[in-house]
T-cell receptor
Framework: AQSVSQHNHHVILSEAASLELGCNYS??????LFWYVQYPGQHLQLLLK??????LVKGIKGFEAEFIKSKFSFNLRKPSVQWSDTAEYFC???????????FGKGTRLHILP | GAVVSQHPSWVICKSGTSVKIECRSL??????MFWYRQFPKQSLMLMAT?????????EQGVEKDKFLINHASLTLSTLTVTSAHPEDSSFYIC???????????FGSGTRLTVV
C-alpha cells in the first residue's frame, strides 16, 4: 500500500538554525510531491510542490525541497528558521493514476525565540 | 486562482443529529472532490472521493451510511454526517484535485463538535 513517512514527529529549534524535515514515500508509479504547512488555528497552506523538471523546488517563505527519485525522498529545508515558522508541516504525495493525495503524519516544528 | 469555499467553518451539534458540510468550487468545475478528516494532532486521512454524476468511492473503514457524500453538480460536493456522535468530532476538509499543473485546492475546513 502507498504510504508517506515523516521521520520527525516533533522538532524544536532556535531561531536562525537550519532546518531539514525528512519525507519518504512508498509508491512505484509517477507522483506529484507537496509540502503543506498548518499554522496554529489555520487551515492547510501549500509551501511548495514538485510535478516535474528541476528536482530542487523553491517555495514560499524561504523553504525549498529536493526530490531524490532513487531514495523516494522529498526533504524540506530552510537555511535559517524564524519564530513565525512554528507550525505543523505535512509532506504529501499525489498519485497520478487516480489523483489521490496521501499525507504523512506531520512534523510539529517549534521555534524558540 | 482556484478557490474552494467550504461551509460552515465550525459547527456544534447534539448527538444523534445530522450535519451537512458543503464545498463549492468558485471559479472552476470540479468533477471530483476529496474529503478528509483530521483528528487533533494527527494527519489528514482520506475518507472518500466524490464524483459528479456517480456514487462516491469510500476508503476502507469509512462507513458509507454514516458519511453521506453527494456531488450534486460540477461546483458542489456535500458531506453529511448522519446521527453524529462525539467520536465524530473532528476537522473535515475537502479538496479538489490538480488540473493543468495547479496543485490541490483545499477548502478552509469545518470543525465539527458533537456534544
Amino acid at each position: 500500500a502507498q504510504s508517506v513517512s515523516q521521520h520527525n514527529h516533533h522538532v524544536i529549534l532556535s531561531e536562525a538554525a537550519s532546518l531539514e524535515l525528512g519525507c519518504n514515500y512508498s509508491y512505484g508509479g509517477t507522483v506529484n510531491l507537496f509540502w503543506y504547512v498548518q499554522y496554529p488555528g489555520q487551515h492547510l497552506q501549500l509551501l511548495l510542490k514538485y510535478f516535474s523538471g528541476d528536482p530542487l523546488v523553491k517555495g514560499i517563505k524561504g523553504f525549498e525541497a529536493e526530490f531524490i527519485k532513487s531514495k523516494f525522498s522529498f526533504n524540506l529545508r530552510k537555511p535559517s528558521v524564524q519564530w513565525s515558522d512554528t507550525a505543523e508541516y505535512f509532506c504529501a504525495v499525489g498519485l497520478n493514476r487516480d489523483d489521490k493525495i496521501i499525507f504523512g503524519k506531520g512534523t510539529r516544528l517549534h521555534i524558540l525565540p | 486562482g482556484a478557490v474552494v469555499s467550504q461551509h460552515p467553518s465550525w459547527v456544534i451539534c447534539k448527538s444523534g443529529t445530522s450535519v451537512k458540510i458543503e464545498c463549492r468550487s468558485l471559479d472552476f468545475q470540479a468533477t471530483t472532490m476529496f474529503w478528509y478528516r483530521q483528528f487533533p494532532k494527527q494527519s489528514l486521512m482520506l475518507m472518500a472521493t466524490s464524483n459528479e454524476g456517480s456514487k462516491a468511492t469510500y476508503e476502507q473503514g469509512v462507513e458509507k451510511d454514516k458519511f453521506l457524500i453527494n456531488h450534486a453538480s460540477l461546483t458542489l460536493s456535500t458531506l453529511t454526517v448522519t446521527s453524529a456522535h462525539p467520536e465524530d468530532s473532528s476537522f473535515y476538509i475537502c479538496s479538489a484535485p490538480p488540473k493543468r499543473g495547479r496543485g490541490y485546492t483545499f477548502g478552509s475546513g469545518t470543525r465539527l463538535t458533537v456534544v
